[in-house]
C-alpha cells in the first residue's frame, strides 16, 4: 500500500498557490510566455534553501499554461547528452514547426559532482547555447564557483525561506483538507521548527497527524527530537529506497543521526518493509550482526568496525529483500524513546514520594528512597487500609503510588481515599 506524501498531495497547482515565493513564481510564467531563442535571458537559474517552492513553481507553472515539461538529471551525464542530442535535433525546425510547448528543467544544477564536473557543466553550458526552448535552472547556491560559467546565461531569481506564520496557514489549510482538528498552537510549533522549509514542515505535519481527527501539543512528543534527528526519516528512505549497495551505506554513514540511535530507528521500523519470512529474517540477522560489532565498539573502542556496523544495518538490511520498495511505511518511533520517558516518569514519581517521605521523617530523600520506600510498598501491598492512611498522612498524590505498588493495591488505595 503506498502513501501519498502531503507534500505532494498538496504541492501548488497553480502559480496562484504558490506562497511567499509567488513574485519569483510569476517570473518564471512570464519568462516562459517571452521567451525567444534570439532574446535574453536565456534561462533562469532559480536558487534558495530547500523546500520554499523553487522546483514546485516550475511545476505550477508548466501546469498552468499547458507546456511540457523535460526534465534533465544534471548529474547524469548521459542524461545531460541525450538532451543536447534532443535540442539539436529540436532545432532542426520540425519541433518548431509543430510548435512545441516544452521547458527544460533542470534541477539540482549545484548537485554536479565528481569527475564528470567539467562534461557536466560544459555539456549545460553547450545547451544554453543552443537550445530553442526556455531552460530553468535549479540550484541552492547559485555563487557556487563551479557554476560561474552557466550564470552568464541565466538570469538570477532567488527563493526565501518561508514565513512561519505563512508555513502555519499551510498546515492549517491540509488540516482542514484532511478532516484533522489542529491545536492552532501545535501548527505554530511545527512551523517554527521547520525554519522556513515549508516540505520539512508538512512531512512533519503528516507524520503526527495522518490518520487522526485532532491533534493537541501532546502528540508533539514525537517531533520533539525532530532537531536533532532532522534527517532520520530521509535517511531511512535511502536506504530503503536505494539503488546501490554503496549509495546505503553512504546515507547510514554520513547521516546527522548518530548510528546508535540509527541502529534503534532500523530495529524498530525494518520489519515494515519485508515482505516474507526470509527477507525479514535474513534482515534482522544483518541487524543482530551489526548489534554485535557495536558492542565490541563500545567494549572496546575498536573504532575501525564502524564501518562493518554501517554496511550491515543499511545495506545488509535492505538487500535481504527480493522485491524492491513497496509504498512509504509509516516510520515508528523506537520504542526505547518512550520506555526511557516512561522511565523518566517513574524516576520522577517516586522522587516525589521520596521527599515527601524524607520530610515527614526527617531524612535526606535519598535515604527515604532507599530504606523507607521498600516499607512503605510492602505495607500498602499487605493492608490497603493501613496504605490508604500512610499515604494520607505522608501526603503523596494517590496517582503516584501507581509507580511504586501493585496496580490491585493502588486501586484500592485510591478508592479507600476517594
Ligand atoms: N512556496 C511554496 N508554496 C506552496 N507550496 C510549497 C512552497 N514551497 C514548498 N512547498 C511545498 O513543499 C514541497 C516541496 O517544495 P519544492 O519541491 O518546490 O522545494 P524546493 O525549493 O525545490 O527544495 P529543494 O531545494 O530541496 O529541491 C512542495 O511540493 C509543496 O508541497
Ligand atoms: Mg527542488
Known amino acids: 500500500m503506498s502513501r501519498l506524501l502531503w507534500a505532494e498531495k498538496y504541492a501548488p497547482r497553480k502559480v496562484s498557490e504558490v506562497v511567499e515565493n509567488r513574485k519569483a513564481a510569476e517570473r518564471v510564467v512570464e519568462f516562459i510566455l517571452n521567451w525567444h531563442p534570439d532574446r535574453k535571458p536565456k534561462a533562469l537559474l532559480l536558487w534558495g534553501p530547500a523546500g520554499v517552492g523553487k522546483t514546485a513553481s516550475v511545476y505550477a507553472a508548466i501546469n498552468e499554461l499547458g507546456y511540457d515539461l523535460v526534465e534533465v538529471n544534471a548529474s547524469d551525464k548521459r542524461s545531460l547528452d541525450e538532451i543536447r542530442r534532443t535540442v539539436g535535433a529540436a532545432s532542426s525546425l520540425s519541433s518548431l514547426v509543430k510548435g512545441g510547448k516544452r521547458v527544460i528543467l533542470v534541477d539540482e544544477v549545484d548537485g554536479i559532482s565528481g569527475s564528470e564536473d567539467k562534461g557536466g557543466i560544459s555539456g549545460l553550458v553547450e545547451i544554453l547555447k543552443k537550445t530553442v526552448y526556455p531552460v530553468i535552472l535549479v540550484a541552492n547556491d547559485a555563487w557556487d564557483p ?227 520506600l521498600p516499607y512503605i510498598k510492602f505495607i500498602i501491598e499487605a493492608n490497603p487500609e493501613v496504605g490508604a492512611k500512610l499515604v494520607k498522612w505522608l501526603g503523596i498524590e494517590p496517582e503516584a503510588i501507581e509507580f511504586l505498588v501493585s496496580k490491585e493495591a493502588a486501586e484500592k488505595v485510591k478508592k479507600i481515599l476517594s
Open 146 to 372: 563551479k557554476l560561474a560559467p552557466i550564470r552568464d546565461f541565466c538570469e538570477l531569481i532567488r527563493y526565501n525561506r518561508i514565513r512561519s506564520n505563512v508555513v502555519a496557514s499551510v498546515l492549517a489549510k491540509i488540516c482542514e483538507r484532511e478532516g484533522v482538528e489542529a491545536d492552532p498552537l501545535v501548527l505554530k510549533k511545527i512551523a517554527e521548527n521547520a525554519k522556513g522549509d515549508l516540505r520539512a514542515a508538512i512531512n512533519d505535519l503528516q507524520m503526527v497527524a495522518e490518520g487522526r481527527r485532532s491533534i493537541t501539543m501532546d502528540d508533539l512528543g514525537v517531533l520533539s527530537l525532530r532537531d536533532q534527528e532532522k534527517s532520520v526519516f530521509d535517511t531511512l528512505k535511502a536506504i530503503f529506497y536505494g539503488k546501490s549497495a554503496q549509495g546505503m551505506i553512504m546515507a547510514a554513514s554520513s547521516s546527522d543521526v548518530d548510528y546508535e540511535l540509527l541502529m534503534q530507528w532500523m530495529c524498530e521500523n525494518t520489519w515494515q518493509h519485508m515482505q516474507h519470512p526470509k527477507e525479514l529474517a535474513d534482515a534482522y540477522n544483518a541487524l543482530s550482526r551489526a548489534d554485535v560489532f557495536l558492542g565490541r565498539i563500545r567494549n572496546r573502542q575498536h573504532w575501525g568496525l564502524l564501518s562493518y556496523v554501517f554496511a550491515l544495518m543499511s545495506a545488509g538490511v535492505s538487500l535481504s529483500r527480493e522485491t524492491s520498495g513497496g509504498g512509504a511505511p509509516k516510520y515508528q518511533f523506537p520504542s526505547w524513546v518512550k520506555d526511557m520517558s516512561a522511565a523518566r516518569a517513574r524516576r520522577n514519581a517516586l522522587g516525589g514520594i521520596a521527599s515527601k517521605v524524607g520530610e515527614k521523617c526527617h531524612v535526606s530523600s535519598k535515604e527515604a528512597f532507599l530504606s523507607y
